[in-house]
């Protein structure tokens, strides 16, 4: 799927809709702003398909969209949402038509909080039969970033030890079921005793409650002073250095969010002597490209284990489209534990 077979053409069946519901917001602000829409159908352009949106995910980058600090890339809808499960119901130039009718999930630059969507034909991956709707839309923002992430950019191997902030969100929860598919050692923070429980039992060996505990500290009274070889951040800010002191000689930060500021100051002293690799990415801003390059290697390398039933995302709830502002507001409160999903309805 993620490797795209040419056509000579595109085609749009005439039993699709001219218009459709989609979510769009009014103006920069709290979640109230998430206002239902009525929306021309988009055409697929070359290489893209349209999605008949059975499911979309809800990300942290969609709350920042929403609040007029992460605006969409040039070309991408202006509709939230980055990922969502449907059905292929048409397409652009280039594209194969025996993808026509296909089930996919699919990573957007936009527009997934509706009820069709535009997707690069490259950037789906064919759900499995018995994989429901709405765990294949909770999959590909998170799955993409956290492959990237840990095992590209950070270099992940089979019996290293991984640390994970935010250890309840849908990448931390990703993060933890992928790093023990590959025989990581998982260390992970949280804000409650609850939710440490919870990360516990969805395969973290490790869980601090960073709110009663030092993390530093933690983690190298559990490494045996020895440190993590990697962590993976989703705060910076003053958690930086402090992620820097609980690093292995040799060991490597990479920073995906700055939810705790995006400057910080670190003993490059240290970091010498011990190293230690710092890094990070974005990924909705990234060429198609490299985003193909990355399906490809998600469907070789992971969607086995898909395919399988040993790889799922964990859910939290799911919210009708029409109620996306308490969707976000769930996200917002910090209560989740694991993803969020939008239910679209087809009239």
Known sequence: ?????????????GKIPETMIAIGIAEPGEADVLREEERPVPRPGRDQVLIRTAYAGVNRPDILQRKGLYPPPEGASDIPGLEVAGKIVAIGDGVASSLLGTQV????????YAQYCLANANHCLQVPDGLAPELAAAFPETLFTVWHNVFGRGWARQGETLLVHG????????AIKLAK???????????????CAAARAIGADHAINYKTADFVEEVKRITG????????????????????DCLAEDGRLVTI???GGAK???NMAKLMVRRQT??????????DSFKALLAAEIEQNLWPFVEEGRLTPELDRIFPLGEAAAAHRRMEGGEHIGKIVLQVPHG
């Open 181 to 195: 598919l590959f025989d990581l050692t998982v260390i992970v923070t949280c804000g409650t005793d609850e939710k």
């Open 225 to 244: 002073g020895a440190g993590v070889n990697l962590v993976l951040d989703m705060v910076a800010g003053d958690y930086t250095q402090r992620n820097l």
């Open 105 to 112: 999930c699919a990573l957007l630059g936009g527009g997934g």
């Open 278 to 287: 710092i890094t990070g990415s974005t990924l909705r801003s990234r060429p």
């Open 1 to 13: 799927m993620a490797r795209m077979e040419q056509a000579a053409g595109g085609h749009m069946p």
């Open 167 to 174: 250890g309840t969100s849908g990448i931390g929860t990703m």
């Open 264 to 266: 910080a100051t670190i």
């Open 257 to 259: 969010a700055v939810l």
